[in-house]
């Protein structure tokens, strides 16, 4: 199994595979990662074939540069999910996102599905990742179990709609509703070094209420977030990239850091606060960050 590979994660953006028009459109669009759709969005199934080779076409065509592509294949119980994963174990397909991820088990399958094509068609073991989209009660509790259950796993994703009706709770305005599984979901995919991906936001036209959505998933930990429309991708970037302040702090504190065990000190002092591990960490984690976006641009 090769090592996880690491990349920007703020925008995933949802692409209906069979919509020609909305793939050219998406082809355009400067999403982190294309999320192109082969489930929900993709009715009726006689269109799943239509998508499956319209995914094909457009990754052999080149056209979407080097846009990170992870197809929503269907869940295991829907008659699709081999057609989907064997057609499209293809070179420029980074991954998949799994839906409907109840469990361990689940991830554990689709790995072993992953393996054996991977083994058939002469590709390293490891070569395509993985997203479990968390949208139910039982994926919420089960999600650091997800999370373990394969190396492949970069990032869970959590879909508030499906799991608010698995529930039989409201989607409230104010989000109190949501608070609790975003929080589980945050730390699960923390403790596991993966990368936690936030819920769409449903009101694509609203850009005030997607803001306030952002400064809650920020707080919360999320360092991304799924999108519908692709009018949301600059305010989602902006809330899910390093400011240059942030940016300017964390070299500081990784200068002084540093300064501060050559001169055989335990800690540094910036603005009057110590410089403790995590926040070295933390400013780690900001500069490799920038030196992503950067790299992108």
């Known amino acids: 199994m090769k090592d996880k590979e690491f990349f920007l994660m703020r925008s995933l953006m949802f692409v209906p595979a069979h919509n020609s ?7 355009t669009r400067d999403a982190d990662v294309l999320l192109l759709d082969l489930e929900d969005s993709v009715q009726p199934a006689e269109n799943k074939p239509i998508a499956r080779e319209s995914i094909k076409k457009w990754i052999e065509s080149g056209r979407f540069g080097n846009k990170k592509i992870f197809p929503r294949v269907n869940d295991r119980e829907s ?3 081999l057609k989907d994963i064997y057609q499209l174990t293809i070179e420029g397909i980074d ?3 799994y839906p409907k991820a109840k469990n361990g088990d689940d991830i554990y399958f689709i790995d072993k599905l992953l393996e054996t094509i991977e083994y058939e068609k002469g590709m390293p073991i ?7 989209l968390i949208e139910t009660t039982a994926a919420v509790l089960n999600a650091q179990e997800i999370c373990k259950a394969s190396s492949r796993v970069i990032a869970i994703a959590y ?3 499906d799991f608010i009706s698995d529930l039989g709770g409201i989607h409230d305005k104010e989000g109190q509703s949501l608070f609790t599984p975003r929080s589980i979901i945050a730390m699960a995919a923390k403790a596991n070094n993966v990368i936690p991906i936030d819920t769409v936001h449903i009101n694509v036209h609203d850009l005030d209420e997607l803001e306030d959505n952002l400064k809650i998933a920020k707080i919360l930990g999320f360092e991304g977030m799924m999108v519908l429309n ?3 991708i600059p305010l989602v970037h902006q809330y899910f990239s390093p400011t240059d302040e942030e940016v300017k702090n964390a070299n500081e504190i990784l200068e002084l850091a540093e300064a501060a065990k050559k001169e055989g000190k335990g800690v540094a002092l910036v603005n009057g606060k110590f410089v403790g591990p995590p926040m070295i960490i933390a400013a780690n984690k900001t500069i490799k960050k920038n030196n992503l976006i950067k790299n992108k641009t």
């Open 21 to 27: 028009k909305l793939m050219e459109s998406a082809s």
């Open 79 to 81: 008659g699709q999910l």
């Open 95 to 97: 991954g998949f996102m």
């Open 126 to 132: 490891g070569t395509f990742q993985l997203i479990p």
């Open 159 to 161: 879909g508030c709609e």
């Open 230 to 232: 692709p009018k949301e």
